[in-house]
């Protein structure tokens, strides 16, 4: 085990009212492994992320329950609860993170090799010449072509890509122990997606890093995942090895996602769409988040707030229809 997520709970206390954005989110995960974490857009998925990593703007974010021992070689750290040094640390240094867009996270003033090699020098505490010639390796490594002339180079002058290439290689330059990937390819064409997703899985087999992989998309996550998070609504509703996910899906709303998908084995044309939306955050959860949309919803979803249940090994299921 390397991280634990226990109970996390997250508002943002606005002006327009408190947005319930995560209702105690737990998982955990193990060294070396990839977990996915899916659902559609507003679910809190970055969020559950950002919080880890102190990356959320506070107010209007506050942390009201739960904890992330984060099992480092130097011992464990609740990620929640970190003194300002050893959020420097972690940051960057054991804990790397992808944004979905490249252009935005790096400095657009600074150049690409500068951006990595500073880390280097910051994290590792190395020279500048350890650091140059690191970086040079680094950027060959993540595939990008003439690395020396490169490093010169600033980032609006690197394809959507590359840029995501740079991404990884700065999460990656510290030897940390997680890699958070935050829907890394959508911003990319097709073929790109695909390059993206192959050199992450390769670096991770080759660095044995542990990833978290946000998506929305289940399609990718096959893949590349050792194990699914499906959330909903700032809840977790079901957690499950890749392989038995796809097999024996036990929440509706993972079945619908998974219905969702384009099928090269089925000759039906028509994409499945889940009815109805996304329940508004502002109201505090007191029932199951997904009773409105569920064709399975009987009078218990409306009463209660159901908590995960272990129906295989290691797949939890947050539901009251589960047979
Ligand atoms: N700075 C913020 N202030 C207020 N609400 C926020 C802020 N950031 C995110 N949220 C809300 O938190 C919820 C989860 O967002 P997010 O984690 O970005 O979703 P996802 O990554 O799954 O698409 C959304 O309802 C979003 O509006
Ligand atoms: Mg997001």
Redesign the pocket.
């Known amino acids: 085990m390397i991280l634990e997520v226990k109970n996390l709970v997250l508002r943002?206390y606005?002006f327009d009212g408190v947005?319930h954005?995560l209702n105690g989110v737990s998982f955990d995960l193990e060294a070396g492994e990839t977990l996915a974490i899916v659902?559609?857009?507003?679910?809190?998925?970055?969020?559950?992320m950002m919080s880890l990593l102190n990356l959320?703007?506070v107010p209007?974010?506050k942390i009201e329950q739960g904890e992330a021992i984060f099992y480092d070689d130097k011992g464990q750290v609740d990620l929640l609860r970190t003194t300002k040094q050893e959020r420097c640390r972690i940051r960057g240094g054991r804990i790397g993170y992808i944004f979905q867009d490249a252009l935005s996270a790096l400095n657009p003033v600074m150049t690409v090799g500068r951006q990595i090699s500073e880390s280097l020098t910051e994290h590792l505490g190395m020279t500048y010449a350890e650091a140059y010639k690191r970086t040079i390796e680094l950027l060959k490594h993540v595939g990008i072509p003439g690395a020396k002339q490169r490093y010169k180079n600033y980032p609006h002058q690197f394809s959507g890509g590359m840029r995501q290439r740079v991404m990884i290689a700065i999460a990656i330059a510290c030897n940390p122990k997680i890699v958070i990937a935050?829907e890394p390819t959508t911003a990319l064409d097709v073929t790109v997606q695909a390059q993206i997703v192959d050199l992450t899985r390769q670096l991770q087999k080759e660095l044995s890093i542990a990833v978290i992989w946000?998506t929305?998309d289940l399609g990718v996550v096959a893949g590349i995942a050792d194990r699914v998070l499906v959330?909903y609504a700032?809840s977790p509703v079901e957690i499950s090895p890749v392989d038995d996910l796809y097999e024996n899906p036990r929440h509706p709303y993972t079945k619908g996602l998974l219905a969702a998908l384009p099928r090269m084995d089925q000759s039906v044309r028509k994409l499945v769409s889940i009815e109805g939306a996304p329940p508004d955050?502002l109201e505090p959860p007191r029932h199951c988040q997904f009773a409105w949309r569920c064709s399975l919803v009987s009078e218990r979803c409306w009463q209660e707030i159901p908590l995960p249940v272990e129906t295989g090994p290691r797949h939890f299921v947050s539901c009251f229809a589960d047979p």
């Open positions: 943002f606005t947005i954005a659902g559609e857009s507003g679910s809190g998925k970055t969020v559950a959320l703007p209007p974010a935050d946000i929305h959330m700032g955050l």
